[in-house]
C-alpha cells in the first residue's frame, strides 16, 4: 500500500460528505475513519464529514439528491441506480 500526500497551497478546504449505510462506525472502514480523524483529507484541500444513512438504498438516495458527495454501500445500488437513469457508478472498493 502506498499512501501520497502532497502540500495543499490553498487555505481553504472544500468540504466532503461521505454517505455510509448503517448508524455506526464499522472496522472494515477503519482506514477512512483514520484518515478522517486524523485530517489527512486536508493535505489533498479536503475537509471530509462522514454520515450515516441506514440502509444502502438510503445512502445512494443521499448522493443523488446532493445530501451527500459519496456513498460508501453495496456496489450493487449503482446498477440499480443506473437502471432508474442517474449516473452512478463504483470509484473503488475500500472494503479489499
Same mark, same amino acid.
Given at each position: 500500500?502506498? #499512501? #501520497?500526500?502532497? =502540500?495543499? $497551497?490553498? /487555505?481553504?478546504?472544500?468540504? %466532503?460528505?461521505?454517505?455510509?449505510? &448503517?448508524?455506526?462506525?464499522?472496522? *472494515?472502514?477503519?482506514?477512512?475513519? @483514520? !484518515?478522517?480523524? /486524523? +485530517?489527512?483529507?486536508?493535505?489533498? &484541500?479536503? $475537509? #471530509?464529514?462522514?454520515?450515516?444513512?441506514?440502509?444502502? +438504498?438510503?445512502?445512494? !438516495?443521499? @448522493? %443523488?439528491? &446532493?445530501? !451527500? +458527495?459519496?456513498?460508501?454501500?453495496?456496489?450493487?445500488?449503482? !446498477? *440499480?441506480?443506473?437502471?432508474? &437513469?442517474?449516473?452512478? /457508478?463504483? %470509484?473503488?472498493?475500500? +472494503? =479489499?
Amino acid at each position: 500500500m502506498e #499512501v #501520497v500526500i502532497r =502540500h495543499n $497551497k490553498e /487555505k481553504s478546504l472544500k468540504e %466532503i460528505t461521505i454517505a455510509q449505510w &448503517g448508524q455506526e462506525k464499522y472496522l *472494515i472502514y477503519l482506514p477512512l475513519y @483514520v !484518515a478522517i480523524e /486524523k +485530517d489527512f483529507f486536508a493535505a489533498e &484541500g479536503l $475537509k #471530509v464529514s462522514l454520515k450515516f444513512t441506514g440502509n444502502d +438504498d438510503q445512502t445512494f !438516495a443521499a @448522493v %443523488i439528491q &446532493g445530501d !451527500a +458527495d459519496f456513498g460508501v454501500g453495496d456496489p450493487i445500488f449503482t !446498477a *440499480i441506480s443506473q437502471e432508474r &437513469g442517474f449516473p452512478a /457508478k463504483v %470509484i473503488r472498493l475500500i +472494503d =479489499h
